[in-house]
């Protein structure tokens, strides 16, 4: 009945949000990043997804050192924008669709994959940059969306392969859902880089190219990847491109590139984009 159809991945730099809601989108510094997203905007135009799970890492916004989840899913009516030091973004609030939200919870804790339910939270640029660049500015967002926080800000997150297969969890969680929805998944954050220390400004074009050409290629490759390659290779930071091992796994094993854009810099980040369908090249 629902369905996983497609799976988009993005970097989620928070200067992108803020170049948005300044209106300094149309510089020559930003023109040439917001260019690379317009098919983007009219793949999901076209696709018109009834939903959104949108895979994302919370930036001690929601959560803190106090409590660190590692797999959060939103399974509230609405997720309004945090204030992350500059008070909220202009953004439309986040609505969710509780009814499927409560079914995933239910499946994946059935699977013996046991998420954290969250009836209450705030979403900081992990969630709102990737929806600003994948459906623009709008005054509400096209569907609703179920928010999934994943902990990779604090030592120990989750192994790639974890996410993967949490990924597949999710796909049986939707498909065993009674109703006809057709649901995009999207997963966020990445790619290289890395905010602080000796090695901050970190980008590897390299490595961030294997990535991306891996998750149509050879995902055994990129699922079997262990956290200190992701430090060493791609940065501290670099580490958040787990989350796109979500989204992979939500999808068919085999899965065509629909598209991708990679442009540097956006704020001292790569940033890395790509959307792929179910189904082998054609
Ligand atoms: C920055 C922050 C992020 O969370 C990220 O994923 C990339 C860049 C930044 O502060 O520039
Ligand atoms: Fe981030």
């Known amino acids: 009945m629902a369905d996983i159809v ?3 991945a993005t970097s989620h730099v928070p200067a992108i949000g803020a170049a948005l809601d300044t209106g300094k989108s149309g510089t020559p510094y930003w023109k040439p990043l917001f260019a690379g997203y317009q098919p983007a905007k009219d793949y999901l135009a076209a696709l018109k997804p ?3 799970i949108l895979v994302y890492n919370d930036h001690a916004s929601a959560f803190s050192l106090e ?3 590692t797999f959060a899913l939103g399974c509230a009516a609405e997720f309004p924008p945090a204030d992350e030091g500059w008070g909220p973004r202009p953004v439309p609030i986040v609505k969710g669709h509780p009814e499927l939200a409560w079914h995933i919870a239910q499946s994946l804790v059935l699977d013996e994959f046991d998420i954290t339910i969250v009836n209450k939270m705030e979403v900081d640029h992990g969630l709102t940059v990737p929806l600003s660049l994948l459906f623009g500015q709008m005054d509400a967002w096209p569907c609703p969306v179920i928010p999934l926080a994943v902990n990779v800000v604090q030592y120990p997150p989750p192994t790639g392969h974890r996410c993967y ?4 969890a999710l796909r049986r969680a939707v498909r065993s859902f009674d109703r006809p929805l057709k649901v995009a998944i999207f ?3 990445g790619m290289s880089h890395q905010l602080q220390g000796p090695r901050a ?4 074009r390299d490595f961030d190219t294997a990535f991306l050409d891996d998750l149509s290629r050879d995902t055994a490759r990129l699922v079997a990847m262990p956290h200190i390659e992701y430090l060493r290779e791609a940065g501290s930071e670099g580490i958040e491109l ?3 091992l979500i989204m992979r796994g939500a999808l068919d094993d085999k899965v065509r590139e629909i598209y991708r854009f990679y442009h540097v810099p956006a704020s001292n ?5 790509i959307i792929l369908e179910n189904g082998a090249r054609r």
């Open 6 to 8: 497609a799976g988009i």
């Open 50 to 52: 009834d939903v959104v």
């Open 67 to 69: 409590l660190i989840p």
């Open 165 to 168: 297969m949490l990924g597949k």
């Open 187 to 189: 997963g966020t954050g």
């Open 201 to 204: 400004g970190l980008i590897n």
């Open 242 to 244: 787990v989350m796109w």
């Open 269 to 273: 980040t790569a940033v890395g984009h």
